[in-house]
C-alpha cells in the first residue's frame, strides 16, 4: 500500500499587523510588512504534520503566488512539509476565489494521490475562506470547515470537532477529503534551528499552466466570476468620544442612534 | 430571473436571526431588480414558512429532509442546488455564519459561479449590477465587487443589516419541493455527536462585552452575557474579576490575559487600568459604562455613558431587543 | 480625610477627578506585590488625577500647607509596596498625563508625559518605523514615569542598560510644589550634580515626574529569538558566560525553567514551544538581515551546544517572538497567587551560575522549592518564596534573608531592579553602610522638609 499523502494549502499573506494602506490612492502598501505564511495556514500544516507522525507518509504543501512564495514554502519544509510547490505565472495573477481553487485542485490532481487536504478556515488578507470548500467540491471529495479538534487520525477516516450551527460537532469524515481548521485546533510548533538552516537551501517545484494542464481562460482576471469594481481604504476613525452622563433610558437611547445598527458601509 | 432568493439558514428547530436581515436587504435588492424575493427553508423536519412570508418572501420553496437535520455542507448543497435550478434566481444571499460561510463556496463552484464572503453592503447600480461590498485586510479596505457570472452569490454578515419588519397577514405561496437527496450509503461526512459549550476564543470574537470590578457579584455576570449573546459575541472580564475566581482565565481582557480586537467592545464596570487596556484599546468600537467619570476607559472610549452598569446594561439590552 | 482637604483638592483638580468611593478607588490601593510580603494598605485616602504639572504643583502646597501625605502612582505595577499608602494619604494618579508630546527624529529621542503606558511608547516608536525603545521591564502596562522612579530594568537590558541609562532630561514637581527642569536633549552633561539621576530610582521620594526625555535607538532590520533547551539549570547557567565571552551580545538573554513557563503559557491560553529541556535560554538576537541573523544564530548554537545544549529553537515570525516574550513577561503573573515574594538579586555576571548553586541548596536547607528565572546576562535572578498552604512561610523572613547575604557575599546586591519601596525597608541595614542611609536621610530632608510626598518608603 502507498504511503500516505497530505496535502497542505499555504498562502504567503503580509503581516496584518505591519501592513499599511495609502488611504489617498485607495490602496494597500504590501511592501510595507513583512511577508509570513497566512497564520491559520500554519495550523493546517501542523495538523499534517502530527498525521505525518503519527501514521507515516508525506506532507506536500502547495502555494499559488509570486516567486517569493518560496519562502514560505521554505518555512512550512522547516515546519515539517516535505516537499514545497509552487504555483507561479503571469496567468495566476488576479484570479478570485473561484479561480484560485481551480488552480489549486488541478495542482492537487497533477500532484497524485492525496488522502488529506489541509487548509486554514481562511486568509487572513482576503478573508473569505472560500478556497477550501470550493477546491473540495471541485475534487468532489467531502470537507469539514471550522475544525477546532482533530480527535481521531485514521487511514480511511478522520474524526473531527467543527464549530457550526452555533455548537461543537462531533464528525467523522471519510477520506479522501478536506478540512479547514481554526486556531484552536493546535498550537504550531517552531521549527529548530537546525531544520530552519536545512530549509533555507531547500528546492521549490515551480509549476506553471502547463505542469497542471490547466485552460488559462479560467484564470487569472479573465477566468475570475467576480471582479473588484473598486475599492475604498477608508481613513482610520478617529475615536468619537462622546460622553453621555444622563440617566440610563435617554443615554441609551443616544447611543443607540449614534451606533446605528443597521449601518450599510 | 430577476428575483433573489435567500437562504433560511435554520438548525431544525429555529430560523436563524441573520435570515431576517437577509429578507430585509433581499426586498430592497429585488425591487431594484424588478423581481421577487423567495426563500430557501431547507430542513430536517418542517418548519413554519409564515414569517419568512411576514418578513416579506413573496415565495417560499420548502422542503425536508432527515440528513438536512445535521450540519453536514454537502446534503445542504445539493438540495440547494436543486431548489436554486427550479426557482431561476438572479441573486442569492446566503448568512456568512460559520455554516454559510463553509456551504456557499460548494454551491458557487458547483454551479460554477461568483461568489462574495462577508458582505457587509449591498446594491443594485444604475446598469442593474448586483454590487457587492465586503472588508478585507482586516476591515481595512472595502472592495466593491462585482459578478460576470449568474446567479451571483454573496455570504452576509450578521448583525450588519436590520432584520425585515413583519407585516402581519401578509400572503405568500409555499412551494413544497420534493428534495432529492442521496441515500445513507452516500454520506461521506457523518456527524457522532453534538457538544455544548463553545470553546472560549476572545480573540476571534466578533463584539466582546467585558465585566470589571463595578460588577458586585459573580451571578450578575448574566447582566453580561445577556447583552453579549444579543450581538452572538463572548464575555470578558478585567483581571480582579478573574482573580477572584468569578469567571475563567480564557475570559481575561489585558496584558496578562488575552488581547482582542472585535468590532465592538463593551466594557462594563471596567475603570481601564493600563494593564486592561493593552489588551483591547485596538477595538474597533469601544463602548465604555462607569460610574466613575473620572475612570480612564472613557479616554479610549468612542462612546462612554456615566452610570451604574446595573442600570444601564439591562436598558442597553432592552432597547437593543427593541423592548 | 478632612472635609478642607478634599474641598480644597475639588477646587484644584474639578469634582470629577477627587475621587473617595471606596468601590472606585479600590483600583488605586495596591500595587502588584504579592499579598503575604504586602503591607496592608489603609483606606481613609482620596485619589486625585490632576492634569499636569500646575495642578500638581497646587496639591503638593496644599499638602505641605496641611501636612497631608502624598503618594505618586503610576499604573500600579511595582513590586516592593512603593506606591502603598500604609497612613491616610492623597494618592495623586498621574494616569490623565499620557501625551507623547515630541518624537523627535533628528536627535533620537521621545518625549512624553509620565502617565504615559510602556505599550503606548512603544507603538509610537514603532510608527516610525526605524527606531525602537529597548527596555522590557515585563508588564507593558506599566507607566513611563513609573518606569523612570524605580530605574526599572528587564529583558531587554543585556544591549543597552536599564532605564537610567535612557533618561536624558525630566520635569519634576519638587516635594515643596516648585517646578523644575532637569537635563534636556543633551547626550553629555556635567553641569553640577546630577539630580536627575538622583531622581531615578527615588521610587517617587524625592519629586513627582511629570515628563521625561528617553533616548532612542535605531532599530534592528530583522529579529530572530532562539530557544534554547538545557536538561537542567546549572548547565543552562554555565553556558551563558561562554557566550558572552565569545563577544556576543544579544538584545536579551533570559533563563527561564519547563513548570512555570509552562503554567505561564497557560495562564495566556498559549502553550510552551520547547518539548525537550526542562531550562532554557531565550536570546533575542538582532542584525542587519537575515544572513546576519543566521550566521551569529550559528556561532552562538555551536558554543552552546558545546556546552550541553539540547537542539535549539528558532522564532522568526514576528507574533512568535512575541509571543515567547509575552510568556516570559507573564510569568510573574501565572505564581503571583502562590507567592509570598519575589526577590530580584544581581550578582556580577560571571557569578550567576553560584548563585543558582546555592539558592537550590537553600532550597534543599529548607526543604522548599525556589522557582528561579531571570535575566540570566545581567546577573539579576528572581527567586520565589513561596506560600505554604496559601500563606506565607514562616521561615520567609530567614530564608529572604539568606538570599540577600547570598547575592552580597557574591559581591552583588539585594535589588537590582525592583527597588526597596516598603518591603525591604528593614534590609537595608544588611545592604547600606550606615554612613550612606545617613546621606540618603539628609538628601530626603533637603528635597521634601516637611516630609509630605511618600514618606516611609525607599530609604
Not at chain 2, 454537502?74 to 448568512?95: D, F, K, M
Not at chain 3, 516598603?422 to 554612613?435: D, F, G, H, V
Request: one cysteine or more; a negative charge.
Amino acid at each position: 500500500m502507498p504511503e500516505p499523502t497530505y496535502i497542505v494549502l499555504i498562502k504567503q499573506v503580509p503581516d496584518m499587523d505591519e501592513v499599511e494602506f495609502d488611504y489617498e490612492e485607495g490602496r494597500v502598501d504590501r511592501s510595507s510588512a513583512p511577508l509570513e505564511p497566512n497564520p491559520f495556514d500554519l495550523n493546517a500544516l501542523e495538523e499534517a504534520v502530527k498525521y505525518k507522525e503519527e501514521l507515516g507518509g508525506e506532507v506536500l504543501a502547495i502555494s499559488m503566488g509570486p516567486k517569493q512564495a518560496e519562502s514560505t514554502l521554505k518555512d512550512a519544509i522547516a515546519r515539517g512539509a516535505d516537499e514545497g510547490i509552487l504555483l507561479h505565472g503571469r496567468e495566476f495573477a488576479g484570479s478570485d476565489t473561484w479561480a484560485t481553487s481551480l488552480a489549486l485542485a488541478h495542482a492537487i490532481e497533477t500532484a497524485g494521490s492525496c488522502d488529506i487536504i489541509f487548509a486554514g478556515e481562511k486568509t487572513v488578507d482576503g478573508d473569505t475562506g472560500q478556497v477550501g470548500p470550493e477546491v473540495a467540491e471541485y475534487l468532489d471529495i467531502p470537507h469539514v470547515a471550522f475544525v477546532s479538534d482533530v480527535t481521531k487520525r485514521g487511514e480511511k477516516e478522520i474524526q473531527v470537532e467543527s464549530e457550526t450551527w452555533g455548537a461543537t460537532y462531533l464528525k467523522s469524515m471519510n477520506l479522501p477529503g478536506l478540512i479547514t481548521v481554526t486556531k484552536d485546533v493546535n498550537e504550531p510548533r517552531l521549527p529548530s534551528f537546525k531544520d530552519k538552516q536545512r530549509a533555507r537551501k531547500a528546492e521549490i517545484t515551480t509549476w506553471g499552466i502547463d505542469d497542471i494542464s490547466i485552460d488559462p481562460d479560467n484564470l487569472g482576471v479573465t477566468g475570475s466570476p467576480t471582479r473588484v469594481a473598486n475599492m475604498e481604504v477608508p481613513p482610520p476613525e478617529e475615536r468619537e468620544s462622546l460622553i453621555l452622563r444622563e440617566d440610563p433610558g435617554n443615554s441609551v437611547n443616544q447611543l443607540l442612534e449614534k451606533l446605528d445598527l443597521g449601518r450599510e458601509n | 430571473m430577476s428575483d433573489v432568493m435567500v437562504f433560511a439558514e435554520n438548525n431544525g428547530n429555529k430560523i436563524h436571526p441573520v435570515s431576517y436581515e437577509l429578507l430585509g436587504k433581499g426586498k430592497e435588492l429585488a425591487d431594484k431588480l424588478g423581481g421577487e424575493l423567495t426563500a430557501a427553508l431547507l430542513s430536517g423536519t418542517s418548519l413554519p414558512a409564515g414569517e419568512l412570508i411576514e418578513r416579506g418572501a413573496d415565495r417560499v420553496y420548502r422542503g425536508t429532509a432527515e440528513r438536512l437535520a445535521e450540519p453536514i455542507e454537502s446534503s445542504y448543497r445539493e438540495v440547494l442546488v436543486q431548489v436554486i435550478e427550479e426557482a431561476n434566481p438572479e441573486v442569492i444571499l446566503i448568512g456568512a455564519t460559520n455554516f454559510g460561510r463553509s456551504l456557499a463556496p460548494r454551491v458557487a463552484m458547483a454551479l460554477d459561479t461568483s461568489l462574495t464572503a462577508d458582505c457587509t453592503g449591498l446594491d443594485i447600480d444604475e446598469e442593474k449590477n448586483f454590487v457587492q461590498i465586503r472588508p478585507a485586510f482586516s476591515g481595512n479596505i472595502l472592495a466593491h465587487i462585482k459578478s460576470r457570472t449568474s446567479p451571483q452569490l454573496a455570504t452576509v454578515r450578521y448583525r450588519v443589516f436590520p432584520e425585515a419588519g413583519i407585516e402581519e397577514g401578509k400572503e405568500g405561496e409555499v412551494i413544497d419541493v420534493e428534495l432529492s437527496l442521496g441515500g445513507e450509503d452516500t454520506k461521506q461526512v457523518e456527524v457522532l455527536e453534538e457538544r455544548r459549550g463553545k470553546k472560549v476564543n476572545l480573540e476571534d470574537a466578533e463584539v466582546v462585552v467585558a465585566a470589571g470590578r463595578g460588577l458586585k457579584k459573580e451571578e450578575d455576570f448574566e447582566l453580561i452575557e445577556d447583552l453579549a449573546s444579543f450581538f452572538d459575541g463572548k464575555v470578558g472580564a478585567s483581571r480582579p474579576l478573574v482573580d477572584d475566581g468569578w469567571i475563567g482565565r480564557a475570559h481575561q481582557v489585558g496584558y496578562s490575559g488575552r488581547r482582542v480586537k472585535p468590532r465592538i467592545y463593551i466594557a462594563c464596570g471596567i475603570s481601564g487600568q493600563s494593564q486592561h487596556l493593552a489588551g483591547m484599546k485596538d477595538s474597533d468600537m469601544i463602548i465604555a459604562i462607569n460610574s466613575d467619570p473620572s475612570a480612564p476607559i472613557f479616554d479610549y472610549a468612542d462612546y462612554g455613558l456615566v452610570g451604574d452598569l446595573y442600570e444601564v446594561v439591562p436598558e442597553l439590552t432592552r432597547q437593543l431587543k427593541g423592548e | 480625610m478632612k472635609d478642607k482637604v478634599i474641598d480644597k483638592l475639588v477646587s484644584i483638580a474639578g469634582e470629577d477627578w477627587v475621587i473617595q468611593d471606596l468601590d472606585k478607588i479600590e483600583g488605586y490601593l495596591y500595587d502588584e506585590t504579592p499579598e503575604p510580603a504586602s503591607p496592608k494598605a489603609v483606606e481613609e485616602v482620596v485619589v486625585v488625577k490632576p492634569k499636569d504639572s500646575e495642578e500638581i504643583s497646587a496639591v503638593m502646597e496644599l499638602a505641605n500647607e496641611q501636612g497631608v501625605p502624598v503618594i505618586p502612582r503610576g499604573a500600579g505595577t511595582g513590586l516592593c509596596g512603593a506606591a502603598i499608602p500604609t497612613e491616610p494619604a492623597i494618592i495623586l494618579s498621574l494616569e490623565r498625563l499620557n501625551d507623547i508630546k515630541d518624537l523627535d527624529e533628528d536627535n533620537l529621542m521621545v518625549t512624553c508625559e509620565a502617565g504615559v503606558p510602556l505599550e503606548s511608547l512603544f507603538e509610537a516608536v514603532d510608527e516610525t518605523d526605524h527606531l525602537f525603545f529597548p527596555p522590557h521591564p515585563g508588564d507593558e502596562g506599566a507607566q513611563v514615569g513609573g518606569l523612570v522612579v524605580e530605574n526599572a530594568g528587564g529583558a531587554r537590558a543585556v544591549k543597552y542598560g536599564v532605564m537610567r541609562n535612557y533618561v536624558k532630561g525630566m520635569e519634576v514637581v519638587l516635594p515643596t510644589g516648585e517646578e523644575v527642569q532637569l537635563g534636556g536633549k543633551v547626550l553629555k552633561n556635567n553641569t553640577g550634580y546630577d539630580l536627575m539621576h538622583l531622581l531615578m530610582g527615588s521610587e517617587g521620594t524625592l519629586g513627582i515626574i511629570t515628563e521625561v526625555t528617553l533616548r532612542l535607538y535605531p532599530e534592528a532590520k530583522e529579529t530572530a529569538t532562539l530557544l534554547v533547551p538545557f536538561e537542567n539549570r546549572h548547565d543552562a547557567m554555565s553556558a551563558v558566560p561562554e557566550v558572552l565571552k565569545e563577544g556576543h551580545v544579544p538584545l536579551a538573554l533570559e533563563y527561564v525553567e519547563r513548570k512555570l513557563i509552562e503554567e505561564s503559557a497557560e495562564h495566556l491560553g498559549k502553550s510552551w514551544p520547547a518539548e525537550e529541556g526542562e531550562a532554557f535560554l531565550i536570546l533575542i538576537i538582532t542584525g542587519k538581515n537575515e544572513e546576519e541573523i543566521f550566521d551569529k544564530s550559528e556561532t552562538i548554537v555551536e558554543v552552546f551546544t558545546e556546552n550541553g545544549a539540547l537542539e535549539p529553537l528558532f522564532a522568526q515570525r514576528r507574533k512568535e517572538q512575541e509571543s515567547i516574550l509575552d510568556i516570559r513577561s507573564n510569568i510573574y503573573t501565572a505564581l503571583e497567587e502562590e507567592t509570598t515574594d519575589i526577590l530580584d538579586v544581581t550578582v556580577p555576571p560571571a557569578e550567576v551560575g553560584n548563585l543558582m548553586d546555592e539558592i537550590e541548596d537553600l532550597a534543599e536547607e529548607y526543604n522548599t522549592n525556589i522557582p528561579v528565572y531571570g535575566h540570566a546576562a545581567d546577573g539579576n535572578v528572581h527567586p520565589h518564596i513561596m506560600n505554604v498552604n496559601g500563606e506565607a512561610p514562616e521561615y520567609f523572613e530567614d530564608l529572604k534573608d539568606e538570599i540577600y547575604e547570598t547575592a552580597l557575599d557574591l559581591g552583588g546586591v539585594i535589588t537590582g531592579e525592583h527597588g526597596i519601596g516598603e518591603t525591604r525597608i528593614k534590609n537595608l541595614p544588611m545592604a547600606l553602610s550606615e554612613e550612606e542611609r545617613v546621606l540618603m536621610g539628609k538628601i530626603k530632608e533637603v528635597f521634601d522638609p516637611n516630609g509630605v510626598l511618600n514618606p516611609g518608603k525607599a530609604v
